[in-house]
């Protein structure tokens, strides 16, 4: 899970500003989201996250062990909903529970539905951020008190793209982590198993000393293309990930 919830999402500020991209933001119950696109597509997006909201709570009314579980889950038979099977896929590549992608998954489901009707998309949703560009952008770091918050961020290039960044913390925002990291970040294809490796990623560090073998974990769940993670002055970052400097942390900005 990321760093998300329904308080400020002051984070937000850090994302790449790059010119042409008209800013919205999509909410519904506790989905919250910031997208970027070439022009205001926040109707269409509304609309697309209402059913695939729906398609989630409609999944757990029928197996409500999809809500609970910590460990994956074998789906049931039949045709599932995409954001739905891509949750238990997730899930069992990371190996942990099915929700543990949710909100990559759902932007994931939204960003690539989106992009049909736009050039270009950013979908940033607690954190978890899927990207199809035209042009470079950089991802800015939050890690609570760390002082990489602001400073660092990661930097996408259109070629790379579709891509999922996906954060999860273990001191920042309310979703689940038995570990301590100010930020565990992982990089995929798909946002939904970036989501799921992030959180198990960001289980594994209790101290420093965690953060390169939890790193090398990540590394080997395939379709894993980079991963960061972060506990208070001290940063590993290994595979196919490039580090930006992004300028210094504003004071607490208000949302965008």
């Known amino acids: 899970m990321s760093p998300g919830g329904t308080g400020p999402r002051f984070y937000r500020t850090y994302r790449s500003r790059g010119p042409g991209r008209v800013p919205f933001r999509v909410k519904i119950a506790t989905s919250d989201l910031y997208i970027r696109a070439d022009r205001d597509l926040g109707r269409e997006a509304r609309a697309i996250l209402r059913e695939v909201r729906g398609q989630i709570e409609a999944h757990i009314a029928r197996h409500p062990a999809f809500a609970t579980a910590l460990e994956p889950l074998d789906p049931p038979p039949g045709d599932l909903p995409a954001v739905v099977a891509a949750m238990y896929a997730a899930g069992r590549g990371a190996g942990v529970g099915p929700m543990a992608a949710v909100a990559g998954a759902v932007a994931g489901e939204v960003g690539r539905r989106l992009r049909e009707l736009t050039g270009e998309v950013v979908v940033e949703n ?46 920042v925002g309310p979703s689940l ?34 953060l390169e073998p939890a790193v090398e974990w990540a ?32 004071g607490a900005p208000a949302e965008p």
């Open 126 to 171: 607690g954190g978890d951020v899927y990207l199809d560009l035209r042009e470079p952008a950089v991802v800015g770091l939050y890690a609570g008190r760390s002082p990489f918050t602001g400073r660092v961020g990661i930097r996408v290039e259109p070629g790379r793209t579709p891509l999922g960044v996906c954060t999860s913390s273990g001191r």
């Open 177 to 210: 982590s038995y570990g301590a990291a100010d930020a565990a970040t992982a990089l995929c294809p798909d946002p939904a198993l970036a989501d799921a490796v992030a959180t198990a990623m960001g289980n594994r560090v209790r101290g420093p000393g965690d």
């Open 219 to 250: 590394l080997g769940i395939p379709g894993i293309q980079g991963a960061l993670a972060v506990a208070g002055d001290r940063l590993a970052a290994a595979g196919e990930i490039e580090i930006a400097r992004v300028g210094d942390p504003p």
